[in-house]
């Protein structure tokens, strides 16, 4: 069974960093793009970046400069550092990602972690 676990949320100031993580663990074959998404209050779930196995990555363009997503393959994890953060920024951030094991491929989400940016 795969598995996606957040960590890193947390409660920070406006123009403050945060780094967060994500571990995919269980029979793993492979990963190929692995994404953050985000859903704010009474919002709808968005993209904020992915990035690809080769290292290819796209951003929103509401992120767009000031946040940076990566990925450690041999570690199967994925981050986003996310810097100069805004009020706007506050939201459950999700990781997601395409993961073949030995018998299926299929789309994983992690249980969020929440972000919270005050004014």
């Known amino acids: 069974q795969v598995q996606l676990v957040e960590s890193g949320g947390d409660l920070v100031q406006a123009g403050g960093s945060l780094r967060l993580s994500c571990a995919a663990s269980?029979?793993?074959?492979?990963?190929?793009?692995m994404n953050w998404y985000r859903q704010a209050p009474g919002k709808r779930r968005e993209l904020v970046a992915n990035?690809?196995?080769?290292?290819?990555?796209n951003y929103a363009d509401s992120v767009q400069g000031r946040f940076t997503i990566s990925r450690d393959n041999a570690k199967n994890t994925v981050y986003l550092q996310m810097n100069s953060l805004k009020p706007e920024d506050t939201a459950v951030y999700y990781c997601?990602?395409?993961?073949?094991?030995?018998?299926?491929?299929?789309?994983?989400w992690g249980q969020g972690t929440q972000v919270t940016v005050s004014s």
């Open positions: 997601n990602a395409d993961i073949t094991t030995h018998m299926y491929r299929g789309d994983y």
């Open positions: 269980g029979r793993i074959f492979s990963i190929n793009v």
């Open positions: 990035i690809t196995s080769g290292g290819s990555t």
